[in-house]
């Protein structure tokens, strides 16, 4: 079933669809029973919206079981983590029933890329991108850095509201010779800046996606939708052992991106179509409203 489609029912209509799943999945009366009482506790307790945070988390186990044993603690006298355990379990159930997404392959990669190649406008941004990039190629004059930067930063919607800081700090990093070495550690280096008043604020999914444009065979895109289903794949078919934030350390997100075309047979496919094959699949199966991050695309 569609996320989307699920979020727009009442909670008496998608029990009626959750039993049905259950029921093809020739589960017994009583499991069904079971399953479907557990899995509902935290719209019960929690409410709807509380529910749907949870269910669409890209960090599903640890959510669940922190807003569970809070609602357990307050309204339940039985063994509250025996009780978060069970719930969590048939509360995942229902998530792979909602996400019914199709395991990665080739096929299913091409599918999302052809429909990518129709989207006009981003097809169209992705090119003048790639043509800048490449009038551009060096990282040692601040006009060429910000031109660069100030573009990247509309088409993706990074949302960084003063870009110079963030091109002044590209200037002092010698990224030429370093993307030339290969430095995944610029992403992170890159990912961090000071604005005026002396906060550091993260840019890091955008330092991913202009050290990809420099050099995209070695350099995938974080975002967040890549995030969201990195972590839902890995919570589902577990094709890599690794914890959300770690994501966050471009080294190590690198090092779970090529594991991830490893698992899935993917390793004739470039960085960049398999973040764009990532990205369509966040869009698809997870929706805006529960979206915390503003690096979209």
């Avoid at 307050?74 to 019914?100: A, I, P, T």
Wanted: proline share 3%.
């Amino acid at each position: 079933m569609n996320v989307r489609l699920a979020q727009e029912l009442n909670v008496k209509d998608l029990q009626k669809e959750f039993r049905r799943f259950l029921e093809l999945e020739n589960f017994t009366a009583s499991t069904i029973n079971t399953v479907c009482y557990d899995s509902f506790y935290l719209w019960r307790q929690g409410g709807r919206t509380l529910f749907w945070s949870v269910v669409t988390s890209s960090d599903f186990t640890k959510r669940a079981k922190k807003e569970l044993r809070r609602l357990l603690e307050q309204h339940s006298k039985g063994d509250v983590e025996r009780n978060v355990n069970g719930y969590v379990k048939n509360l995942r159930r229902f998530r792979e029933f909602v996400f019914d997404i199709p395991r990665p392959n080739g096929d299913e990669l091409e599918r999302y890329i052809e429909q990518w190649k129709g989207m006009d406008d981003y097809q169209n941004q992705e090119d003048a991108l790639d043509k800048l990039f490449d009038l551009c190629p060096h990282n040692t004059d601040i006009k060429d850095v910000l031109l660069k930067s100030t573009v990247l930063n509309d088409f993706y919607s990074t949302r960084i509201i003063d870009i110079n800081p963030v091109a002044e700090k590209i200037l002092g990093l010698d990224v030429d010779r370093r993307l030339d070495d290969g430095d995944l550690t610029l992403v992170d280096d890159m990912g961090t800046v000071k604005r005026a008043d002396d906060k550091e604020v993260s840019v890091y999914s955008f330092a991913s996606k202009y050290c990809s444009h420099h050099k995209p065979d070695l350099y995938p895109i974080y975002d967040s939708f890549v995030e969201k289903m990195l972590c839902f794949f890995q919570q589902r078919d577990e094709f890599y052992s690794f914890k959300r934030n770690e994501l966050r350390q471009y080294p190590r997100f690198h090092e779970v991106m090529v594991a991830f075309r490893e698992y899935y047979g993917l390793t004739k496919y470039s960085f960049k179509l398999v973040d764009k094959f990532l990205w369509l699949l966040g869009k698809d199966y997870f929706p805006k409203k529960y979206k915390s991050d503003p690096d979209e695309r």
